[in-house]
DNA sequence: GGGTCCGGTTACTTCAAGGGAACCGGGGTC
DNA sequence: GACCCCGGTTCCCTTGAAGTAACCGGACCC
């Protein structure tokens, strides 16, 4: 019934930790590297960089580094990258619609453990 | 600019291996752990065992065990379980629409890749 | 008394993502 | 000569998800 290409697994790395994020502070326009790291404030420069690598190699984002001093390295959305907004959005819609009721069932339950445990 | 609640990271665990499949095993109706172990045939019972517990935590699936012989136990989607069909299908869909694209882009700059390490 | 079925549990191991901290090279500036 | 900026790289470590294999208890069946 599931494969690998069976469209059930997420359009590959938007499940990670970073890339959704990333897809948000690209969605206006270019960004150069610190730029992204101020946002991502909790993002250390080796995990932006896997991250920027992946999305690149995956064709979410391009990578353009102009020849000047001090160097400047400018990332920005393909047409690919813009397009993956569109499920993004709806899905992000659906979340805000339902998080007051995904967390309050969560924290529910997890009371109730908390008092069998007991 | 982003934090926990920001609502861009994925619906709590829909990220993980297994949900998404046991979610669309789910939707036409009640299952029994060792159904849902059939289409899932690489998943381990222990795996299924904590997904399900998750699921069940979160508040998307019920878990109704009946006092008979053999043991008779029934996984279910809940109202909440059953409302995160939808982004899921819209995103399917997306990657149904875009797949041909994504692996087209990836195998792309692989092979570059491959290319520029020699 | 041995086997089957069901729905798991337990212990051990593997693997990749992620994080922290330090370092780098090239050029410009004081 | 020392310091800054930018865009990284390198090394080491922790964490958690996942996988493997073996085992369990109750009841019924032969």
Redesign the pocket.
């Known amino acids: 019934m599931f494969d690998a290409d069976c469209g059930h697994r997420m359009p590959f790395r938007v499940g990670?930790?970073?890339s959704a994020m990333l897809l948000r502070c690209l969605e206006a326009g270019p960004r150069?590297?610190?730029e992204l790291k101020v946002p991502l404030h909790?993002?250390?420069?080796?995990?932006l960089?896997?991250?920027l690598r992946a999305m690149e190699r995956d064709g979410w984002v391009s990578?353009t580094?102009y020849d000047e001093?001090?160097?400047?390295?400018e990332y920005a959305l393909t047409a690919l990258g813009r397009a993956l907004l569109d499920p993004m959005d709806h899905l992000c819609a659906w979340t805000r619609a339902h998080r007051a009721e995904i967390l309050g069932v969560r924290e529910e339950n997890v009371q109730r453990e908390y008092a069998q445990g007991e």
């Open positions: 990670d930790k970073w150069r590297f610190t909790r993002v250390s420069p080796k995990v960089t896997e991250t990578r580094a001093n001090p160097p400047r390295v």
